[in-house]
């Protein structure tokens, strides 16, 4: 039967590996975000055959679900470690390579290539009247970037980079799969321990809804702070 104060008790615990959860996907959206902009200034450059893997890479990542690429990096990465490591003489194990470690390496990759179309498309929205103004002014390259380029496009990139903070958060419930708890492992756990997976997973579903609601908040006074500040 349905208990209220289980699903309490199951808040509480689950809570303790939020902090964890949120650092996770903070460096998976940093990660994805810097490899992104590589991927988008590769691009830019139009160097032949380098585009058309890229773009090929892209439609991989784009068209396989985030369970089997999580699969593919488990079982894959360490074997390519342990192959290159030996070119150096340097011995590895492949067992020792950490679960955590490859859910970051996954995940940054698989999002990259959204970041680069976000950050693309922040791009197009960069009015060039403005650059070519600041370079009538005496502007150096470096100052067009960090007072024009970057602040506009720090604006326009926001609500999507942030929504995709939010998609991480909920895509790391597959970490369970290679042993990482987050908030969905850690409801599992608490689940199996006292038989009482419905609560459990009430309990994570109001957690994620409580972080979802606090980004939003956050992220949507942020950006009408930087928009009126760069306005």
């Known amino acids: 039967m349905f208990d209220i104060m289980t699903v309490f008790e199951s ?24 490899l992104g902009a590589m991927i988008t200034y590769i691009q830019s450059l139009n160097i032949p055959v380098v585009k058309q893997v890229i773009g090929v890479l892209q439609s991989f990542l784009r068209g396989t679900p985030n369970v089997v690429l999580l699969y593919l990096v488990y079982y894959s990465l ?8 030996g070119l150096f003489n ?5 067992t020792s390579l950490n679960s955590t470690a490859i859910v970051i390496v996954t995940f940054s990759i698989c999002y990259s290539v959204f970041q680069s179309e976000i950050i693309r ?10 650059i070519e103004a600041a370079q009538s002014l ?25 929504n995709a903070f939010l998609i991480i958060i909920k895509a790391l419930s597959l970490a ?30 109001f957690v994620y809804w409580g972080i979802c609601v606090l980004l939003t908040y956050v992220i949507d006074k942020l950006e009408n702070r930087m928009r009126r500040g760069y306005a």
């Not at 498309?121 to 403005?130: E, N, R």
């Not at 689940?191 to 994570?204: D, I, M, P, R, T």
């Open 138 to 162: 005496g502007y150096s390259t470096t100052q067009v970037l960090r007072k024009v380029i970057i602040p506009q496009v720090m604006v326009e990139a926001l609500p999507d980079t942030m």
């Open 11 to 34: 808040f509480v615990e689950i809570l303790k590996v939020v902090p964890k959860t949120l650092l996770l996907a903070l460096i998976i959206l940093v990660l994805s975000f810097t």
């Open 78 to 85: 360490p074997l390519v470690l342990a192959w290159f490591l």
């Open 176 to 205: 369970f799969l290679v042993t990482v708890v987050d908030i969905f492992a850690q409801a599992r756990l608490v689940g199996a321990q006292s038989f009482s997976y419905l609560e459990a997973f009430v309990a994570a579903a």
């Open 121 to 130: 498309g922040a791009l197009h929205s960069l009015d060039k009247d403005q």
């Open 90 to 94: 340097v011995t590895f194990d492949p």
